[in-house]
């Protein structure tokens, strides 16, 4: 048990209490209709892009392979909607980067049915069966990350996992998505945590959820298996209390090692949604072609959350959600981890979980000035980091210093230092270029 948890708190040291905006919790999940077209990036993972084997002018249906993965660390792509393949070309993404995808032209007057899959026999098939069938559904992280799940299940054979955390506990502000899914698919997540644990070979699974979420705590209590398997527990609700590492030590008192993964202490950890997804797609053997997103914000008539199919453009979900406004930034993603969108015609990916629009007239100015040393950043760091230090490095340019003596790979981006920060300087920023060309020196 570790210090904090002794004084009846479970959480993790440092971290930040940003005001949460998450009123769209109370809202039922809505369907989004249809766009008029999709634009699917075939990379839609942290990994290789999927490769196509559809050409334009084929008709597909909604459910349909599209695109199959190249190599281990890739996932195949099936057709969000039945439509006419228009083309398969570079278009702009959120990063500001153009990326090959595949553009299919909606059949709106179709039904938009989902093709039947092979049914799934869960209790029958082996581990690597049914990590198979989790490759093979396109499955990812959808808490944002989108690292693909069957990677993550297979564990490496010097490891032995004791328990699966099922994160619930969606720190970021505004995003409701996981909490609505706790809320609307208890049994579909329980039978994705059942999945989970048999594809990891771990006897336990404890989802952690923020103090915030008291009532999927009360929903979900009554669903749980009498044989103690699956429990729950509540964290204190703090950012970023979802981060692997933190909800590791909030709920076990554990540390992941620097340069770790989990399994390196007997870990797997999962995001909810992800879960329930897989509990509720694999046994029907159908694959993942939509995804619910928090679409919220300033001067939105109808924000909420939203089942929107893969691929559907910002402009199409802004019009529906009764977007009013003009200067606005749009954010994919969360406030604090999100990426900024600079067009309406991005698409939504599987990583996609919000669409936030903010007022720029309310959000934070851009002026930068210099360090004052007041050493909030230290105080908030997570793990510990100098960002100061590493920032007044970043300004030098002295990358390589930043990743030998300053840990700066064990940034995680989680953006506390620079939310913070009262003199505006963008650290986060810093760090991820520093990353990037560190990366690109080693290659
Ligand atoms: S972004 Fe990196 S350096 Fe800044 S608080 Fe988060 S982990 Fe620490
Ligand atoms: S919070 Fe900003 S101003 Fe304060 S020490 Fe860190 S970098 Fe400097």
């Known amino acids: 048990m570790n210090f904090l948890q002794f004084f009846g708190k479970k959480t993790f040291s440092h971290g930040i209490h940003p005001p949460e905006y998450k009123e769209t919790h109370h809202q039922e999940t809505r369907r989004l209709p249809f766009p008029t077209q999709v634009i699917l990036l075939l990379g839609q993972s942290i990994g290789k892009p999927a490769t196509p084997i559809v050409h334009k002018g084929q008709q597909v249906e909604r459910g349909e392979l599209i695109a199959k993965a190249d190599g281990f660390v890739s ?42 899959g092979h049914q799934c026999d869960i209790e029958n098939l082996s581990r690597q069966d049914l990590i198979k069938a989790v490759w093979d559904m396109g499955m990812v992280g959808l808490g944002g990350a989108a690292f693909p799940t069957h990677v993550k299940m297979s564990i490496p054979k010097d490891c032995k996992i004791h328990t699966v955390l099922v994160n619930g506990c969606e720190c970021e502000p505004f995003l409701t998505t996981d909490h609505r899914v706790m809320l609307e698919q208890i049994n579909h997540l329980i039978r994705g945590i059942t999945i989970a644990l048999k594809c990891v070979d771990a006897p336990k699974a404890i989802i952690g959820i923020e103090s915030n979420k008291r009532d999927v705590l009360e ?78 914000g300033d001067d939105l008539e109808k924000p909420g959350n939203y089942q929107v199919p893969l691929g559907t453009p910002l402009g199409h979900i802004l019009d529906y959600a009764g977007f009013t406004g003009n200067e606005a930034e749009l954010i994919l993603g969360g406030p604090m981890m999100g990426m900024s969108a600079a067009s309406l015609d991005v698409p939504t990916t599987k990583g996609t979980g919000g669409v936030l629009v ?23 760091c997570p793990i510990n980091l100098n960002p100061a230090e590493l920032g007044q490095l970043a300004a030098k340019r002295q990358y390589d210093v930043m990743e030998e003596k ?29 990353k990037t060309l560190n990366r690109q020196r080693h290659q």
């Open 358 to 380: 903010l007022d720029k007239r309310a959000t934070k100015g851009d002026d930068i000035m210099p360090c004052i040393k007041c050493s909030q950043c230290l105080q908030v």
């Open 406 to 434: 300053y840990n700066l790979n064990d940034c995680f981006d989680c953006g506390c230092c620079s939310y913070v920060c009262p003199s505006n300087i963008p650290l986060v920023q810093y760090f991820k270029i520093a």
């Open 75 to 116: 996932v195949p792509l099936y057709a969000s909607v039945t439509g006419i393949i228009k083309g398969i070309e570079l278009v702009l993404t959120a990063r500001g980067t153009r990326e090959s995808a595949i553009i299919i032209e909606t059949a709106l007057s179709s039904g938009q049915r989902q093709l039947a």
């Open 219 to 296: 929903a979900i209590k009554p669903h749980l298996p009498n044989d103690s398997s699956i429990t729950i527990e509540m964290v204190e609700t703090k950012y970023p209390q979802g981060a692997e590492k933190m909800l590791a030590t909030a709920l076990l008192g554990v540390e992941i090692p620097s340069k770790s993964l989990p399994s390196a202490i007997g870990l797997a950890i999962f995001n909810v949604t992800t879960l329930a997804e897989i509990g509720r797609l694999l046994p029907q053997g159908q694959a993942l072609i939509e995804r619910i997103v928090t679409v919220t």
